[in-house]
């Protein structure tokens, strides 16, 4: 088990059915070559470069999918079923998805490389809607452990949302994560899978770039049953409303302030001695899920709102 000095008690890496397969295998030292596995890798990385770049964005317009709901945004699902005109979206964001889904796609290459029985990756599977309506859905594979059978989840993310989950035992459900893990195994048992447990596997890509982990997640019915409701908003002649709300921007300055107007706020050590204090800048910052958003502007969401680089992040701005 490794850990990392920086971050007292945190443990890097956590196993699992899938983490210690794949850890194992790669610190052996001899691996021999497995031509059908690399072959769909390849196949696997083709269609993922299509699909993230050459594939037209307006052509999903009138489509459905398990996604378009997981996440907790309905008018970003109403937006994209219209075909609505959509942001343009920046070099660097479009090359972060891409890259993600290639690690995640490596992942699981490796996973399978490694032994483990994994099938059925982007199986056609469906859950029915409350309309009568069958809505695909395509998981990342069926992992068979012989007493049990799990829907797998394979997920990249940045070091710090990597160490929160570690922390807090597994995934939340900001990006809907959790919400996708249940409805898949909702689609998995409309198939006729006694499936109870999502295997959740996440690997960092950030300063903690390689390091693993691993959460058994429980089929949750309310995660279901908002994805229904979301699906049912989208289906309503109102707009959805936006669910988030800006956050007001601060700025930090060193050492004490000469008085305090009311506006400030403080930051102490453990000992309560004051090293430094926020001031409210009069603007405000969009939450992060709008600003991966496609509709951010065009959606009338946040007309005003303007990129800015904050130590080394893009964020935005309103």
Not at 85 to 112: C, H, M, N, P, Y
Not at 183 to 199: F, K, M, S
Request: with cysteine; charged share 25%; net charge neutral.
């Amino acid at each position: 088990m490794k850990f990392d000095s920086r971050v007292p008690e945190l443990r890097v890496d956590t196993d699992g059915f899938v983490a210690t397969a794949i850890r194992a295998y790669l610190e052996q030292p001899h691996k021999a070559l497995h031509q059908v596995i690399l072959a769909e890798m390849t196949q696997a990385f083709r269609r993922t470069v299509v699909r993230q770049l050459m594939q037209g964005r307006e052509d999903r317009a009138g489509y459905e999918s398990t996604t378009l709901y997981s996440g907790p945004c309905a008018r970003k699902a109403r937006l994209t079923f219209d075909g609505c005109e959509r942001d343009q979206l920046q070099a660097r964001t479009l090359l972060k998805f891409l890259l993600g889904d290639i690690v995640e796609l490596s992942v699981l290459g490796i996973a399978k490389l490694a032994g483990k029985q994994i099938g059925a990756n982007n199986i056609d599977l469906t859950i029915m809607g409350r309309d009568g309506v069958a809505v695909p859905v395509h998981p990342d594979g069926l992992l068979d452990e012989g007493a049990a059978q799990y829907n797998l989840e394979i997920k990249s993310c940045d070091s710090r949302t990597f160490d929160r989950w570690v922390a807090e035992g597994g995934p939340n459900d900001d990006w809907g994560y959790r919400t996708q893990a249940s409805v898949e195994i909702q689609a998995w048992r409309e198939a006729g899978y006694a499936i109870n447990d999502t295997c959740f596997v996440a690997v960092s890509t950030g300063s903690r770039q390689g390091s693993i982990g691993e959460w058994i997640v429980p089929f949750e019915p309310k995660k279901v049953e908002a994805w229904h409701e979301r699906r049912a908003q989208r289906q309503r002649v109102a707009i959805p409303m936006v669910p988030f709300r800006s956050v007001p921007e601060t700025k930090f300055s060193r050492g004490k302030p000469r008085f305090d107007d009311g506006t400030r706020t403080v930051r102490a050590d453990k000992n309560g001695k004051v090293y430094g204090y926020e001031t409210l800048t009069g603007r405000a910052q969009l939450p992060v899920q709008c600003g991966y958003c496609d509709y951010k502007i065009t959606g009338g969401c946040w007309p005003n709102a303007g990129m800015e680089m904050k130590d080394g992040t893009p964020v935005w701005i309103t």
